[in-house]
């Protein structure tokens, strides 16, 4: 099954925010993301603020396939979304893929305390004949602590399961468990599908009208639908701020038989005990120019996360180091070097497009599956004659591999057999 997978930043011009949305605020989001991943690895679990208290106490109260991947910019996101359909009859909404993310939810009406401004019509239960509230005694309830962090509560008057979901920089979304039909493509028959409808949803999720969960956890919708089509699914990212075209998409295929569809070489897939719903891998090598890097093999032994939610690739510090410096050597002998900006410090002057000599980056994996980073991976044009390398030094002992290392790429989720794979030219 395959969706087109599109950045925020390419959403028709109807649609785009009318707020700016500058790389700034993209860095602010990311570092905040990479905060929240740290945050779980060293088991803090989600901690509610007063307002989100306050939120719960109400709503336990009597009122209460292969698709598109976009680029999400113009909805307030540095990351990818799809359009799903969900109840009966089927409305489609916007939603951003997060491969760090287990419970899928979106906003619902009558938002009983809040929801945020979206692309997309708020959807509404009531006008689906599919749709139902699930209670406390429902297993889904008793799974959502593993896959939130935060214990379910419930309607004191219907019974009704209440969740609740907080993300490391206090954005929360908190609404009722529910069921209903999802369907990825039209000619495809719906499946059932659990998920959050938020009655109140606060915080840095842009005009996305929800997070769509593909973590490996039981209540994700990739897991949800393994059954179905597989336990595996694939993705391309298309580029976003690079000056290749962003309008055109990307996908997101779920099954077994998006496995094939590349040449992919493989690196086993690895699981953290401390948060077991995360993709981590081993990276072994960086190289500039053909040349590996100075550092003892030692430095790359920290976590290491594959994250679509994560723009900008976070290095440990003496392996970042090395890397720029091996980079800014080379690049600094044609292009002439530029004051930081704010988490990245190896810039130039210059746009990307006029940038025809860049020395190719390439991370190798355990087992020799690799990312071979042209320009586009590469570099970032931050603003006019600002370009700058878009990969920045980690201030926790973790490494992520981001959604912008990733573009273009076809990624392979082979969940089944524990590896993931990457092959080149997958999409633009």
């Known amino acids: 099954m395959q969706l087109n997978l599109y950045h925020v930043k390419g959403l028709d011009s109807s649609l785009t925010s009318t707020l700016p949305f500058s790389f700034s605020d993209v860095i ?18 989600g901690v509610s603020t007063s307002g989100t208290i306050a939120s719960s106490d109400k709503l336990r109260g009597p009122n209460l396939v292969k698709t598109p991947l976009k680029s999400g910019l113009s909805i307030g996101s540095g990351n990818y979304y799809v359009k799903i359909g969900l ?33 997309d019509p708020i959807f509404t239960p009531s006008s689906s004949k599919t749709y139902k509230i699930l209670p406390c005694s429902s297993s889904q309830c ?21 969740y609740k979901a907080t993300y490391g920089d206090n954005s929360f979304s908190i609404g009722f468990l529910s069921q209903d039909v999802l369907s990825l493509n039209p000619s495809d028959a719906p499946s059932s599908f659990v998920y959050g409808c938020g009655q109140d949803s606060q ?45 055109l998409s990307g996908y997101l295929s779920i099954g077994g038989s998006s496995l094939t569809s590349s040449p992919y070489k493989f690196t086993p897939l690895l699981k953290n005990p401390k948060v077991p719903s995360l993709y981590f891998v081993d990276l072994t090598t960086i190289t500039v120019a053909g040349k590996p890097l100075g550092v003892a093999a030692s430095s790359y032994k920290v976590p290491t996360i594959i994250d679509s939610g994560t723009v900008i690739t976070r290095l440990p510090e003496a392996v970042y180091n090395a890397l720029k410096k091996s980079f800014v050597e080379i690049m600094s002998k044609k292009y002439k070097k530029a004051r930081g900006f704010s988490i990245l410090d190896a810039c130039f002057k210059g746009s990307v497009k ?18 071979a ?8 044009e931050i603003q006019k004659g600002l370009t700058c390398l878009a990969i920045a030094a980690s201030s926790n002992p973790i490494a992520i591999i981001g959604n ?13 057999n524990s590896k993931i794979g990457f092959a080149p030219g997958g999409c633009q």
């Open 87 to 119: 109840g009966t009859p089927t409305k489609y909404f916007s939603m951003i893929v997060d491969t760090g993310s287990s419970l899928s939810w979106l906003q619902c009406q009558p938002c009983v305390i809040y929801c945020h401004v979206q692309v």
């Open 373 to 380: 980073l042209e320009a586009h991976n590469t570099l970032v």
């Open 354 to 371: 006029g940038m025809s000599t860049v020395p190719e980056i390439e991370m190798v994996f355990r087992g020799g599956a690799g990312l």
């Open 203 to 247: 915080g840095l999720f842009g005009r996305a009208a929800g997070i769509l969960g593909l973590a490996n956890d039981k209540l994700s919708m990739f897991a949800q639908l393994s059954n179905k089509y597989g336990n595996a699914f694939s993705y391309c990212l298309p580029t976003s701020f690079s000056a290749i075209n962003s309008s």
């Open 404 to 416: 912008y290392q990733q573009q273009t790429f076809n990624v392979a989720y082979d969940v089944a």
């Open 28 to 45: 602010t989001k990311d570092e905040e993301r990479v905060r929240s991943l740290h945050s779980r690895l060293a088991n803090k679990e």
């Open 142 to 162: 008793s799974s959502l602590k593993a896959s939130t962090l935060n214990a379910p509560s419930c309607s004191n008057s219907t019974g009704a399961c209440v």
